[in-house]
């Protein structure tokens, strides 16, 4: 976007409480983070740390207690397609084909087919679904549900995509092929990208760079560039350079989990 | 489902050869209870009039009675229908519809429709508009409770994606919110069409003087068992038909369902 300066995402000492049940949960706190326009960044951390509770007030679901949340410099106020959400369940609409799934949103905006379907046409080949245009997400397999919540956000053109560890509930080969076809659709559209997940691997493999977040309540322990040569493909997860990142990102793990062991001890 | 074969009509059979033999060996005390073949009869008569000339009032008017009543229930239950579910979408939807309306409805929903009858002759007298009054009223309920639940048992997930997606209130109400409350509403449909044969009869018999409910009465009260057993038979059919046919447009409706529970 070239009206953008500086990062596209920002958040700045964001701090996020939950009340639950008249008790004071804190999810989130001082949070740091600024994605670059056009980055990938991954969050990286232990389920319960607050990923979901992040990304969901940079979608404008949610407000921080303290903080600001900022992208392309203008403050989060509600959901919008410019931010556009893949979760982790993939939310289709189970009533409608995957076709209508996604051409909701170009539908929604009045957008005349004329305007949409070249792109769907496109989208449907790039992710893999052509020839399922009529079929209704209870017939599909979990990953081409994935495909779909993937398509049905691209086909907005967002200017921010949002990941809620949305491989995560797949098989674990399912998920390989996704990662793949996620790095070579974002090579086509270079979005910039905040994506959130458990898995070292993932993580390395996608991103431009990985913040590892501590458990909860969550801070952002470090951010670790990744500075892998692009496309990438499957085999980088053998290379020695590869490794050297997923040995540093593996320590800083233990070393949580070790302090978290000690203060729940102690 | 799985193919049932002819097994299911042995309960039935079974059954009816019961009443036969309770009658013929006069388990009962005769003249009470007609036989299965005597109503068989009676109702035949009813349905297509009797050769030559009768001298029965309910020769040849069962068609007649029917249309009446089933007009009755159709009537009553499109009001309660279309008045029913945007309610019910709103109540679900909306905090403060909800605590407007929903208070309201509980209070009064407990009050069973037989006991709004004299209130309803009363207020609109002996004439169609009283019966269509209990039937829509008594119709409503299920109708706008169940779509309230359906409403309120929307997937927030799929909100979000709406909202994300860019989708206006107003098009997340008609896109996700309904299609998604829509088994619920249906279901509250079947029950509702329960509910409208349940207060047809009821208003038939006491507040109009037509339809089956009407006949129901007034055999009984010149004696004719044949006739009321015969009217029983007609109003049960009439029911499973029309709850038949809402439960065959749910499914064309909702076909994307049964593909859920298959898949
Ligand atoms: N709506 C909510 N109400 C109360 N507590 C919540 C809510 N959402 C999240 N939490 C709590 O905040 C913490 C972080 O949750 P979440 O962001 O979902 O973690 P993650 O996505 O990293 O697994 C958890 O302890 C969770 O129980
Ligand atoms: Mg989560």
């Known amino acids: 976007m070239a009206e953008a300066r500086g990062p596209s995402i920002q958040l700045r000492d964001v701090w996020k409480d939950f009340v639950k049940r008249g008790r004071r949960v804190e999810a989130l706190q001082a949070i740091e983070v600024a994605v670059e326009v056009n980055e990938f960044a991954a969050l990286l951390g232990p389920s319960g740390c607050g990923k979901s509770t992040l990304l969901n007030m940079v979608a404008g679901f949610d407000r921080p ?8 410099g ?26 209508d799934n996604i051409t909701f949103g170009p539908k929604t905006r009045g957008l005349r087919p004329a305007a949409y379907q070249p792109r769907v046409d496109a989208l449907l080949e790039q992710v893999g679904l052509e020839g399922f245009e009529s079929h209704y997400p209870a017939e599909l397999s979990g990953g081409m549900k994935q495909r779909v919540g993937i398509a049905r956000v691209l086909v907005m053109e967002p200017q921010v995509l949002l990941m809620d560890e949305p491989f995560g509930s797949l098989d674990a080969q399912t998920r390989l092929v996704m990662q793949e076809l996620l790095l070579s659709v974002w090579e086509r559209h270079h979005q910039t990208v905040l994506f959130v997940t458990h898995d070292v691997e993932e993580a390395l493999l996608l991103a431009d760079s990985v913040s590892v977040m501590t458990a909860r309540p969550g801070r952002i322990k470090k951010r670790i560039s990744v500075e892998l040569p692009r496309p990438r493909a499957l085999e980088l997860t053998t290379s020695a350079a590869f490794n050297d990142l997923k040995r540093e990102v593996l320590s800083l793990i233990r070393e949580e989990s070790r302090r978290a062991a000690a203060q729940s001890g102690g | 489902m799985p193919r049932r074969g002819p097994w299911f009509v042995l309960l039935p059979l079974a059954l009816l050869f019961l009443w036969h033999a309770a009658v013929t060996r006069q388990w009962v005390a005769p003249g009470i209870i007609p036989a299965p073949s005597q109503v068989a009869e009676s109702w035949y008569r009813w349905i297509f009039g009797a050769a030559g000339t009768s001298l029965s009032p309910y020769s040849g008017t069962w068609l007649a009675n029917v249309l009446y009543s089933s007009r009755r229930v159709l009537q009553g239950f499109l009001i309660a229908a279309a008045l029913g579910i945007p309610l019910g979408l709103f109540i679900g939807w909306n905090r403060l519809v909800s605590n407007l309306v929903d208070p309201s409805i509980q209070l009064l929903r407990p009050v069973p429709i037989t006991a709004w009858l004299p209130f309803s002759i009363a207020v609109f007298g002996i004439y169609d508009t009283g ?18 639940h359906g409403v309120r048992d929307t997937n927030l997930l799929l909100l979000r994606a709406a909202r994300m997606l860019g989708a206006s209130e107003t098009t997340i109400l008609g896109k996700v919110v309904f299609p998604s409350a829509l088994p619920s509403i249906f279901t509250g449909l079947r029950l509702g069409i329960g509910v409208a044969w349940t207060a047809v009869i009821v208003a038939e018999m006491i507040a109009v003087k ?3 409910g009407y006949v129901l009465w007034d055999a009984y009260y010149v004696g004719r068992m044949d006739i009321c057993v015969a009217t029983m038979c007609s109003v049960g059919m009439l029911g499973f038909l029309s709850d038949r046919l809402i439960h065959g447009a749910s499914r064309i409706l909702l076909r994307w369902r049964a593909l859920e529970a298959h898949g």
């Open chain 2, 210 to 212: 037509s339809g089956l």
């Open chain 1, 74 to 99: 203008v403050r989060v106020e509600r959901p919008d397609p410019s931010r556009a959400v893949v979760f982790q369940e993939p939310a289709l609409f189970p009533w409608y084909t995957v076709l």
């Open chain 2, 131 to 148: 019966a269509l009054f209990l039937i829509g009223l008594g119709a409503f309920y299920p109708i706008v409770v169940n779509t309230t």
């Open chain 1, 65 to 72: 207690t303290r903080g600001e949340v900022l992208v392309n």
